[in-house]
Structure formats: structure tokens, C-alpha cells
């Protein structure tokens, strides 16, 4: 693995800022050990773009913009887990299976309103990501969204009305 010397702007940038970060991250994390990591993770990416990130403004913005992008990824990621206390080799299997009018309603959504719905309710993405990943104004997002969830809503009441399928 190639080593990399960081140029003396940045080590004076650490040298100066290290406690704040830290501080920043515990205050954000809650846990002293986490917030080093993520300190020590933001620090590191942003050691490697260094001479890009030092021409904006403010370079700490950008440090504080990936050690809060780092944690809501390491939050989102624990969401996901599902913690047990029987052996990994058991096969989690759950009790019920998945709603197949729930699924019919959703896959008969329009392709915005059901991409709108996936990155926010799978990926976790804001409505301004949403709208960059799918090249539209958050306004287009905020719509779609409201139509899709509405459509839902109706399907999903129908069924429970007279319980026949959608």
C-alpha cells in the first residue's frame, strides 16, 4: 500500500481542530470511543481530497458534513441488523409472509411514484437526494410521493372495506 505524507496545511488543520471534532462527534454520537472513529474516518478522507477541500471556505464544514454523513450511514446500517440471541446458524424466517396486495398496489404505482417510494422508505434518502438521483426538482419528488402514498392509502383501505383483493 502506497503511504501518503500530508501536506503541512492539513497537519496544522488536525493539530488545531483534533478536540472540536471530537467534541462535535461525541455530542453527536453520544459515545466518546465512536465519535474518535468517526473523527479519525472524516479526518482521513478528507487528509486524501485535502487539496481540494482547503480552496473552499470552510474546510471544517466539510470535515463535520462527513463525520455527521458517517454516523447517519453507521446508524442506518445498525437499523438494518436484527439482533438474536440464538446462534448465526439458525435461519431467521419471518412469521408472516409478506403482503402480496400491499406489493400489487405498490408494483401498480406509476415508475416515478414507486422509484419516489423506494429511495425514500428503502434507502433512506432525503427528498433533495431523491430528486439528484432521479435528475428532478424536490417539488416533483414531494408530489409523487404524496400521489403514490394517497394511492396506497386508497387500495390498501378498498381491501379492508370488503377484504377482497386489490
Known amino acids: 500500500m502506497p503511504s501518503w505524507d500530508a501536506p503541512p496545511s492539513f497537519e496544522d488543520y488536525v493539530r488545531d481542530r483534533h478536540r472540536e471534532l471530537l467534541r462535535f462527534a461525541c455530542l453527536l454520537s453520544g459515545d466518546a470511543h465512536l465519535a474518535a472513529d468517526l473523527v479519525q474516518d472524516a479526518l482521513e478522507r478528507t487528509g486524501m481530497a485535502w487539496r ?3 480552496r473552499h471556505e470552510d474546510p471544517g464544514g466539510y470535515v463535520r458534513r462527513v463525520i455527521v454523513n458517517r454516523y ?3 446508524v442506518r446500517a445498525l437499523r438494518r441488523e436484527r439482533l438474536t440471541d440464538t446462534a448465526p446458524e439458525v435461519v431467521h ?4 409472509p409478506p403482503d402480496e396486495q400491499l406489493w400489487r398496489a405498490i408494483v401498480a404505482l ?3 411514484q414507486r422509484a419516489v417510494l423506494v429511495l425514500r422508505y428503502y434507502d433512506d434518502l432525503s427528498e433533495r437526494q431523491i430528486a439528484a438521483v432521479l435528475g428532478c426538482s424536490v ?10 402514498l394517497a394511492k ?3 387500495a390498501l383501505a378498498a381491501r379492508d372495506l370488503d377484504g377482497s383483493d386489490l
Open 110 to 112: 406509476p415508475k416515478q
Open 72 to 74: 447517519l450511514n453507521r
Open 152 to 154: 396506497l392509502r386508497t
Open 93 to 96: 424466517l419471518d412469521a408472516e
Open 139 to 148: 417539488g416533483t419528488v414531494k408530489s409523487n410521493a404524496s400521489r403514490a
Open 52 to 54: 481540494r477541500v482547503r
